[in-house]
Structures are given as C-alpha cells and as structure tokens.
C-alpha cells in the first residue's frame, strides 16, 4: 500500500537535474521562498525572537511579583504611560503582560515556532523527499504567520493597549470594550492576528500531513518513519481538526464584539447600563476555547516528545525502547486529546456529571504518557550515553514531563482541582508539563539540527552552560509555585496584599523572580551561540551525532531539492544503533540488508530478498512541478 | 558620567568573555578536544546530572517539610476534609513516582554514561515489560478515579434541604451577598432592574424580596450546610474560599452554586492559628479586569446561636431604602409596609 502510494505520487530520480536551472534571487531564495528549509529558518528565527519578547514580558511581570514595593520609573522610557505616576505597573498592564506572554508563547512560539520549524524542516529530510508536497502553500503558511505576527505586535503600541484578558480571552470581559481596556482595539487586532494564525496553522498543517503520506522515498513505511516524523504527523492532524474549532470560536466573538449578536452574552449590566444580549452563553465560548485549547497542548507538547526520542535513541546509542508502543502512545495521546477539552471547566457551573465523564476521560490520558517516560528510561537504561547539548536538553524535557505530568493527575480529578483550580499550582504544572518542556523540546531540536541547518556546529560548552543555567533557572522558578498553589493563592493577580490569606511567601515570590531573571538572561548565551555559530561556528562534519536518519545522507549545504542524485532508499528502521555484530554502533536507514550480514537478525536476513525488488521501483518524478 | 562608566565596565567585560569564548574554542580545535567524545565534558555532564538529582531531592524533602505549616492552609469546610485527604493520597502516589522517575532518569544518565569501550545494549523491546508498565498506571489510575468520582459526586450533589441561602454577586470590583430574610426565600431578580441603589436588581413585585436584606459581610452558621447561590452581573468571576476549599465561577446569565459546610467558627479559628485578627475571606479566581486582585469580601461563620441573632437583627433592604416602596405593585403594597415596618401611606 505504501509502496504504492510512493509509486504514482513520489518523484522521478532522473528528472532531478532539472531543479538545478532555477535562478534564484534574493528574494525567491530568502524572502518569498519555496524552500522547505528556508521557510524552517523563517519559522525560528521568528519564533526566536517572540520567545524574546514573551521571556522579557515575563520578565517585567516577575518584577512586580517579586519586588512589589520596587519603583519600576527605569522602565518608563520603554513602556510610558504603562507605569503609573507612582512608578508601579499599571495593574490593567499587568493583565496585558501576562495575556501576551500566554498567547505568544503559547501560539507564535511552541507552536509555530516549534512545529514550524522542525515540521518543515524535518519532514522531507527525514522522509526522503525533495520538498514538501505544496511548496507554494508553505511560503504563504509562513507569510501568513508573519502577517499575524505584525498584527499582534502592533497592538502593542495601541494607547489602550494589547488584549488583557488572559491567554484564554474569556468573555464576557473580552468582549466587552467597557469592561477593560485591552478589550478595545488590543482584543480587535488579537482576534484578527489569530484569525491569520490559523490560517498559517491550517496551511501548514494539510502540507505536514500530505507530505508524510504522499512523498516518502522508496522503503520508508509507516513502520521504520522516525518517532519525529510521525510526532509531527500526529501534531499536524490534531491541528487540522482543532484550530477550525477555535477560528469559528473567535468568530463568534467577533460577532458579538462587533455586530451585536448574542452568542456569548446574557444578562450583563455593565458601566451603568442594562445591555440588550439575552440568551448567549458565555460558557459555550469556554467549550469551543479548550476543544482547540486542550489539543493545543499536545499539539505544543508531541514534536517535543518526537524530537527527544530521536535525540535519547541516538546519544544513547541504542534503539528506542519500545518504538511501536512510541507510536501507540503517540496516537493514544492525539486522539484522547480531543475528549478531555472540559477538565479545564470543572468549577464553571458546567453540569458535575458532564465533569465526572471529563475526569474518567482525562486521567485515562496520563496512561500513555506514562508510558512514554517509561520507554524514555529504558532507552536510556545500559545505554552509552553521549551529553551532547541536544542530550541534555532532551534529558532535562523527560525531567519536566514527570514533574509537570505528575500534578496533571491532581488537576485532572475534579474533587481536588475545586481548591486548585486557576491557582499557582496550575500555573506551575503547565509551566513545567507544557511550557518548559516543549521549549526544551524544542531547544534540543535546534543544537541537534542547528548542523544540518546551518552546516555548523554550536559551541558545546556555551551549551552546556546555557542548559544547566536553564535547566536548574526552570525547576526554581516553577517549582516554588506549586507551594505557593497549594497554599491557594490565584493566578493573574497583581498583588497579594489585598487579602490576609495570600499575604505571605513574600520571599519565595522574590526568589522565584530572581531565578526567572537569571534563567532569561542564560538565553542571552543561546542567542549568541546561534547567531555566532551560523557564520562562525566549527564547520560540521556530515553526520556529527552517527545518526541514523536520512537527513544525515544529504550535502553538507543541501539544496533545493536536499539530494544532488537519486533520493536514498530506505532498507530498515531508523533505531540501529549498537547492533550486535556490527562494526559501528549505528547502521543508517539507507544501508541494505544485503550489506549487513554479520548483524542482521534472522527475520531480517528474509527481508534481503525483498531487497531487490524495491530498488527496481521507478517513481516518477515529473508530476513535480517547479 | 557614572551611567557611562557602567557602560564601558558591561561592554569591557563582555568583550573580555567574548574573547575568552573564541580562545577556548580554537584551543579546543587545536588539541582535538571536540573530536573526542569520552570526555572531561560528558563526564561531568554525567557528575552534575546526579548531583543536580541529590540536592534536588534533599532540597525537595527539606521544603515540603519545614514549611509545612506555611503552604497548607487550615481547613474549615466538611468536604474540605474529604479533597484534602485525596490530595495528600494523591501526593502520596505520584511522590513516589516523582521520585523513582527522576532518580531512575539522572542515574541512568550518570551511570551509562559514554565510554570508549563500553557499548549499549541492543534491546528494542520486550512486551512483557511494556505491558506491565501500562497496566499498573491504568490500575492505579482507575482507582484514583474511583475515589474521586465518589468525592466529586459527594460534593456535587443537591444541597440538603434545611441549607441556609445566601445569593453571592461578583461584579467589577467587589462581592455583594443578599439573605432571604425571615420568609427564607429570596426574592425575584432582573438584571435589567438593576440601577446603583438596586444592585442586585430584585424585583418587587415578588412580594419573598420584601424582608431580603444585604448585608455588608457573609456570615454563615457552624455546622450548617449554607448554599451559595453564585451570579455574576458584568464578566466572569470566581467565588473562593480558600478555608473551606470552595471555588465555582459566577457566570452572567447562568446563576451556579456550591454548598458547603463550615466546621469552625471564625473565632476557632483565630485560636487556631493563633492570629487574633484572624477572618475569612472570600476571593475572586477568575481574571475579571483591572480591580482582579483586590475583590475581597469578609465572611463570619458564626455558632448557630450567634447567627440567628445577626440574622434577626438584620434590617430589610426595603427598609432601608423606602423610596423602592414605589415600585411594589399596589395589591401588595400593605404586605410590604408591614414586612418593612414602614408605613407606606406616610
């Protein structure tokens, strides 16, 4: 059935000379590319820069938890009438701080700038295809992101600032102008940035998913992809079905912002007035938010887990532990996705029966990711481990993933989530489950890849610092926040002096803020080291970590279409490494059976056979327009 | 003049790290070093992977145990006793899980860590395993969400008749409660009644609002199931009690409740905790704009006996502002002057 498919849809090998006619300019090259590759790099280095811009928003929020009392005048060149005359935070632009850190981290970072990047990047490389199935379609996949990153960012600079309403845009506080300022023309330009987003997201998302089916080179079935390509596939369906959910969600929203319709309001006295919206429900935004919002978080959290099985299996030098239960689980986990949505909304009012099946349905969840982290540990287990940056990073994503998963399962039972609820025990439960461990995710991809991006290596070292600072930066900043959960103090909240019951861990707040200054400037180091290493990094050798996969087999600088001849063809799965009886401990994907004997297992030796009929298959590469 | 002395010193020593990176890299290239994988670097990437996972676990114990008293706040809510007792079974679970996951993860990492003889151990599966370490999670999760079921539903379920009644409003940027008075039922209400006097915007033409009164803190009975009938007039807000482990969003246009029973009285409580200015407060866990942070409201739990007093002693809220004597239709008009006290021909 693959082979098939391979067959009438994959590329010709002799037709490859012709890609080498084009002439590039500067602008089809690295603007409006079709590059597969390129738009990869557009996608980091954009998603570079937001996680600046979400880190140093944290960063300014952090001060004003932390150091309450502090006079932050010296900020007033860069935010003006944000500070008050009193030289505080404005408390409407502290919601605003902690909105935007939410939405960008968690949209424009992990996940256009995670699944962005690694997608595009890995998906033909790995899968053996010239380049992704719309190439057209991926450029606009980006341009449309860059557009709604533009639009995001100026609503910035508006006088009544971005949205403020939480990452989550509740309304009716969003939908009502009167209610808050950032629900003025921030929420306007937030809707409309997201509206572009999804665009981007869908874009991207149907190419993922072609690409994978369609475009894998001659022997690369489903069962030898690596666990990236199909972490990613899996990200990419989820997406597909789920960002439709929250577009018309932001519809509705706009509808009842902008023409008077009462999908979400009811029964609202506001600024002195009775308004006419009768019969809307504003929970039914909170159903349509968390049907994309909770597949979000996998959408975040897979190619996180499918870069890290990578990076653990080839610096452990030994196959992944279990890899068809990898694949189970993956696919337990995107479908269980979609039926745990209402966990979020426990204590909305919504029906407690709706809420004792959203439990049953949610604690099923932690199963697979159980056992993931088991198959991560015996992976590791009699392993030959090299630390490499990416190593590291890996390691510390399984660290946060145990933390962080571990308290999903107090939330996840509705009993204990009425006290927990939208306190700092979730904050630092996503934080380190979701947040920090799909960054590290993606950290480790990009040390890992940065070779084959850029045909240089990082500075080690410089890695190594910047993994420990971030490493240890993490668990002390979110750690903390689990006390100070349990202790019951709620999320969102610009200071705690308010109320006798919240007012203590004075300290600890200060403590979690100067840990989260210093693990933002350790990022510093991170941006050096890139930006240095692409124009002065140590040339890479052509297959630096001994992988397996096919990425390794391209030029040092592949061009467009990644294989100057015929694409390899794949003979086995991506995970032997240290096979008994071979010479080295990694056998690429690309070497046949035929030229292992000394290592092949017996099942495998019937497998040469097969050998020769699929190197006889042609595909025909002319269906490939350029 | 100081600033630029700042300046210069952040740049001189940036430059100076810069060079110190770019040495020790080419050092490196000239000695082979980077070629190398058993190196000084993986060996104490290895050494500091364990030794991150001891002081973290020390540190780990050390905290949850020293400021035990800090972080857990003292319970005063029947069912509190029940999620607080599931949250410890459940820290009691994953902390053991918490600690062999990561033990396992930083001394795998330590004790296999690369060496140039060694080799790794070709072992993709073995089901066996795989299929106990999904089994045992799905059991002992099974019974997590047996027991929570069993809580939740007990939480959930309909208040017992004789609960005392308190309408809990949230809007932007404070609480307001309303009792229903002697009659014990609360009066009607229509948002689009509300005006800055009416805040709740009950309907006198309901003649259970006449002796509703709106007091300026909650009190509640000890050892009664008190129901909060929970609305929210402009955005979402959250009603949280943090002593009693009661939280239910205030939702406009869809009123929601939660019931509860208080066990200590607030003067118990402040011996308890040994803080003679001891109150109950009541907070807002939804983000609802600007004034988020600052929705307090103080809430009384009072013995049973001390609260009939507060509660008899309540004046009507018609009382208090007789000029809504008005808007009571006149059939009933005699039955409000007298459940008010006022007379009404005055």
């Given at each position: 059935?693959?082979?098939?498919?391979?067959?009438?849809?994959?590329?010709?090998?002799a037709?490859?000379?012709?890609?080498?006619?084009?002439?590039?300019?500067?602008?089809?090259?690295?603007?409006?590319?079709?590059?597969?590759?390129?738009?990869?790099?557009?996608?980091?280095?954009?998603?570079?820069?937001?996680?600046?811009?979400?880190?140093?928003?944290s960063?300014?929020?952090?001060?004003?938890?932390?150091?309450?009392?502090?006079?932050?005048?010296?900020?007033?060149?860069?935010?003006?009438?944000?500070?008050?005359?009193?030289?505080?935070?404005?408390?409407?632009?502290?919601?605003?701080?902690v909105?935007?850190?939410?939405?960008?981290m968690?949209?424009?970072?992990?996940?256009?700038?995670?699944?962005?990047?690694?997608?595009?990047?890995?998906?033909?490389?790995?899968?053996g295809?010239?380049?992704?199935?719309?190439?057209?379609?991926?450029?606009?996949?980006?341009?449309?992101?860059?557009?709604?990153?533009?639009?995001?960012?100026?609503?910035?600079?508006?006088?009544?600032?971005?949205?403020?309403?939480?990452?989550?845009?509740?309304?009716?506080?969003s939908?009502?102008?009167?209610?808050?300022?950032?629900?003025?023309?921030?929420?306007?330009?937030?809707?409309?940035?997201?509206?572009?987003?999804?665009?981007?997201?869908?874009?991207?998302?149907?190419?993922?998913?072609?690409?994978?089916?369609?475009?894998?080179?001659?022997?690369?079935?489903?069962?030898?992809?690596?666990?990236?390509?199909?972490?990613?596939?899996?990200?990419?369906?989820?997406?597909?079905l789920?960002?439709?959910?929250?577009?018309?969600?932001?519809?509705?929203?706009?509808?009842?912002?902008?023409?008077?319709?009462?999908?979400?309001?009811?029964?609202?006295?506001?600024?002195?007035?009775?308004?006419?919206?009768?019969?809307?429900?504003?929970?039914?935004?909170?159903?349509?938010?968390?049907?994309?919002?909770h597949?979000?978080?996998?959408?975040?959290?897979?190619?996180?887990?499918?870069?890290?099985?990578?990076?653990?299996?080839?610096?452990?030098?030994?196959?992944?532990?279990?890899?068809?239960a990898?694949?189970?689980?993956?696919?337990?986990?995107?479908?269980?996705?979609?039926?745990?949505?209402?966990?979020?909304?426990?204590?909305?009012?919504?029906?407690?029966?709706?809420?004792?099946?959203?439990?049953?349905?949610?604690?099923?969840?932690?199963?697979?990711?159980?056992?993931?982290?088991?198959?991560?540990?015996?992976?590791?287990?009699?392993?030959?481990?090299?630390?490499?940056?990416?190593?590291?990073?890996?390691?510390?994503?399984?660290?946060?993933?145990?933390?962080?998963?571990?308290?999903?399962?107090?939330?996840?039972?509705?009993?204990?989530?009425?006290?927990?609820?939208?306190?700092?025990?979730?904050?630092?439960?996503?934080?380190?489950?979701?947040?920090?461990?799909?960054?590290?995710?993606?950290?480790?991809?990009?040390?890992?890849?940065?070779?084959?991006?850029?045909?240089?290596?990082?500075?080690?070292?410089?890695?190594?610092?910047?993994?420990?600072?971030?490493?240890?930066?993490?668990?002390?900043?979110?750690?903390p926040?689990?006390?100070?959960?349990?202790?019951?103090?709620p999320?969102?909240?610009?200071?705690?002096?308010?109320?006798?019951?919240?007012?203590?861990?004075?300290?600890?707040?200060?403590?979690?803020?100067?840990?989260?200054?210093?693990?933002?400037?350790?990022?510093?180091?991170?941006?050096?080291?890139?930006?240095?290493?692409?124009?002065?990094?140590?040339?890479?050798?052509?297959?630096?970590?001994?992988?397996?996969?096919?990425?390794?087999?391209?030029?040092?600088h592949?061009?467009?279409?990644?294989?100057?001849?015929?694409?390899?063809?794949?003979?086995?799965?991506?995970?032997?490494?240290?096979?008994?009886?071979?010479?080295?401990?990694?056998?690429?994907?690309?070497?046949?059976?035929?030229?292992t004997?000394?290592?092949?297992?017996?099942?495998?030796?019937?497998?040469?056979?097969?050998?020769?009929?699929?190197?006889?298959?042609?595909?025909?590469?002319?269906?490939?327009?350029? | 003049?100081?600033?630029?002395?700042?300046?210069?010193?952040?740049?001189?020593?940036l430059?100076?790290?810069?060079?110190?990176?770019?040495?020790q890299?080419?050092?490196n290239?000239?000695?082979?070093?980077?070629?190398?994988?058993?190196?000084?670097?993986?060996?104490?990437?290895?050494?500091?992977?364990?030794?991150?996972?001891?002081?973290?676990?020390?540190?780990?114990?050390?905290?949850?145990?020293?400021?035990?008293?800090n972080?857990t706040?003292?319970?005063?809510?029947?069912?509190?006793?029940?999620?607080?007792?599931?949250?410890?079974?459940?820290?009691?679970?994953?902390?053991?899980?918490?600690?062999?996951?990561?033990?396992?993860?930083?001394?795998?990492?330590?004790?296999?860590?690369?060496?140039?003889?060694?080799?790794?151990?070709?072992?993709?599966?073995?089901?066996?395993?795989?299929?106990?370490?999904?089994?045992?999670?799905?059991?002992?999760?099974?019974?997590?969400?047996?027991y929570?079921?069993?809580?939740?539903?007990?939480?959930?379920?309909?208040?017992?008749?004789?609960?005392?009644?308190?309408?809990?409003?949230?809007?932007?940027?404070a609480?307001?409660?309303?009792?229903?008075?002697?009659?014990?039922?609360?009066?009607?209400?229509?948002?689009?009644?509300?005006?800055?006097?009416?805040?709740?915007?009950?309907?006198?033409?309901?003649?259970?609002?006449?002796?509703?009164?709106?007091?300026?803190?909650?009190?509640?009975?000890k050892?009664?199931?008190?129901?909060?009938?929970?609305?929210?007039?402009?955005?979402?807000?959250?009603?949280?009690?943090?002593?009693?482990?009661?939280?239910?969003?205030?939702?406009?246009?869809?009123?929601?409740?939660?019931?509860?029973?208080?066990?200590?009285?607030?003067?118990?409580?402040?011996?308890?905790?040994?803080?003679?200015?001891?109150?109950?407060?009541?907070?807002?866990?939804?983000?609802?704009?600007?004034?988020?942070?600052?929705?307090?409201?103080?809430?009384?739990?009072?013995?049973?006996?001390?609260?009939?007093?507060?509660?008899?002693?309540?004046?009507?809220?018609?009382?208090?502002?007789?000029?809504?004597?008005?808007?009571?239709?006149?059939?009933l008009?005699?039955?409000?002057?007298?459940?008010?006290?006022?007379n009404?021909?005055?």
């Amino acid at each position: 059935m693959d082979q098939h498919i391979a067959e009438t849809t994959g590329y010709h090998d002799a037709e490859w000379h012709a890609h080498g006619h084009h002439k590039e300019s500067f602008v089809t090259k690295y603007i409006f590319s079709q590059d597969h590759k390129t738009i990869a790099k557009q996608f980091l280095i954009t998603g570079i820069f937001w996680a600046f811009i979400g880190g140093i928003l944290s960063s300014i929020f952090r001060l004003q938890l932390g150091y309450p009392d502090m006079s932050l005048e010296w900020l007033r060149p860069l935010l003006g009438g944000w500070i008050t005359d009193a030289g505080k935070l404005d408390p409407e632009f502290y919601l605003a701080l902690v909105t935007m850190h939410g939405t960008i981290m968690v949209f424009f970072v992990l996940t256009a700038g995670l699944s962005g990047t690694f997608a595009n990047f890995l998906i033909p490389l790995q899968i053996g295809a010239r380049d992704m199935a719309s190439g057209f379609l991926n450029m606009l996949s980006y341009w449309f992101f860059f557009a709604s990153s533009v639009v995001m960012l100026c609503s910035f600079f508006l006088k009544t600032g971005p949205a403020a309403g939480g990452w989550v845009v509740y309304p009716p506080l969003s939908a009502l102008p009167q209610a808050l300022q950032g629900s003025q023309g921030g929420m306007t330009l937030w809707l409309i940035a997201m509206a572009l987003f999804i665009v981007s997201s869908l874009l991207g998302g149907i190419n993922y998913i072609t690409t994978i089916i369609n475009l894998r080179t001659r022997g690369m079935t489903f069962a030898r992809l690596p666990l990236t390509i199909w972490a990613l596939f899996l990200t990419a369906v989820i997406g597909v079905l789920s960002f439709p959910v929250l577009f018309s969600a932001a519809l509705l929203l706009i509808f009842d912002r902008s023409f008077g319709t009462s999908f979400y309001l009811s029964d609202i006295y506001i600024g002195g007035e009775a308004l006419s919206n009768q019969g809307g429900s504003a929970i039914l935004f909170q159903h349509l938010f968390w049907f994309l919002g909770h597949p979000e978080v996998y959408i975040v959290m897979l190619p996180g887990l499918g870069i890290t099985s990578e990076i653990i299996s080839t610096n452990s030098r030994k196959p992944i532990f279990g890899y068809r239960a990898m694949i189970g689980s993956l696919l337990g986990i995107a479908v269980l996705s979609f039926i745990v949505w209402a966990h979020h909304m426990f204590v909305t009012g919504m029906n407690p029966f709706l809420g004792s099946i959203f439990m049953i349905l949610t604690l099923i969840i932690a199963v697979p990711s159980a056992v993931k982290v088991f198959n991560y540990l015996a992976t590791m287990w009699k392993g030959n481990i090299r630390f490499t940056p990416g190593m590291l990073f890996s390691i510390g994503l399984v660290s946060f993933f145990i933390s962080g998963g571990l308290t999903g399962i107090f939330l996840g039972n509705a009993a204990i989530d009425i006290p927990l609820h939208d306190t700092y025990f979730v904050v630092a439960h996503f934080h380190l489950v979701m947040a920090s461990a799909s960054f590290f995710g993606m950290l480790a991809g990009v040390y890992h890849w940065f070779p084959k991006m850029f045909g240089r290596m990082m500075d080690e070292k410089l890695g190594y610092i910047h993994f420990w600072l971030t490493f240890i930066g993490v668990y002390l900043v979110f750690f903390p926040m689990h006390y100070i959960g349990i202790a019951g103090f709620p999320r969102r909240y610009y200071s705690w002096t308010t109320f006798d019951v919240f007012n203590s861990f004075t300290d600890l707040n200060t403590f979690v803020t100067v840990a989260a200054l210093i693990t933002m400037v350790a990022q510093f180091l991170f941006l050096f080291n890139f930006f240095y290493s692409i124009f002065r990094g140590r040339v890479a050798p052509p297959n630096p970590w001994q992988s397996n996969t096919l990425e390794w087999t391209t030029p040092l600088h592949p061009g467009h279409g990644n294989w100057p001849g015929a694409i390899p063809t794949v003979y086995r799965w991506p995970y032997d490494y240290s096979k008994p009886g071979a010479e080295e401990d990694y056998i690429p994907q690309h070497i046949p059976y035929s030229q292992t004997m000394e290592s092949n297992l017996p099942h495998e030796n019937d497998l040469i056979a097969l050998e020769k009929e699929e190197e006889d298959i042609v595909i025909d590469e002319s269906s490939e327009s350029h | 003049m100081f600033e630029v002395a700042i300046g210069l010193g952040v740049i001189l020593v940036l430059v100076i790290l810069l060079l110190l990176f770019r040495v020790q890299s080419l050092l490196n290239v000239a000695r082979g070093s980077d070629k190398k994988i058993e190196s000084t670097s993986n060996k104490v990437n290895g050494a500091l992977l364990l030794l991150f996972m001891i002081v973290s676990i020390i540190a780990f114990f050390w905290y949850s145990i020293a400021e035990f008293d800090n972080y857990t706040l003292p319970n005063a809510s029947e069912h509190g006793v029940l999620t607080d007792r599931m949250f410890w079974v459940t820290t009691a679970i994953t902390g053991v899980v918490f600690i062999l996951a990561n033990a396992a993860l930083f001394y795998f990492a330590f004790r296999y860590q690369y060496k140039d003889s060694g080799k790794a151990l070709f072992y993709p599966d073995n089901h066996k395993l795989e299929i106990a370490w999904t089994v045992i999670p799905a059991i002992v999760l099974t019974l997590l969400v047996g027991y929570g079921l069993k809580v939740w539903t007990q939480i959930t379920n309909e208040p017992p008749e004789e609960s005392e009644v308190v309408e809990v409003m949230g809007y932007q940027f404070a609480w307001k409660v309303r009792y229903p008075g002697k009659d014990g039922m609360l009066g009607g209400y229509d948002y689009r009644l509300i005006d800055p006097v009416n805040e709740f915007g009950v309907d006198f033409s309901d003649k259970a609002s006449f002796d509703d009164f709106v007091p300026r803190e909650i009190h509640v009975p000890k050892g009664k199931p008190v129901l909060l009938k929970i609305r929210a007039r402009d955005v979402l807000h959250s009603v949280y009690l943090p002593h009693f482990r009661v939280k239910m969003d205030a939702v406009p246009g869809m009123p929601t409740r939660f019931w509860f029973i208080p066990t200590k009285s607030t003067e118990e409580m402040r011996q308890e905790t040994g803080n003679p200015d001891f109150n109950y407060e009541l907070a807002c866990t939804e983000i609802c704009g600007r004034g988020h942070f600052s929705m307090r409201l103080i809430m009384v739990v009072d013995e049973p006996e001390d609260y009939e007093k507060w509660y008899n002693s309540q004046e009507p809220w018609l009382t208090q502002n007789p000029t809504y004597l008005s808007k009571v239709p006149e059939k009933l008009q005699e039955l409000a002057a007298v459940t008010t006290g006022i007379n009404s021909k005055n």
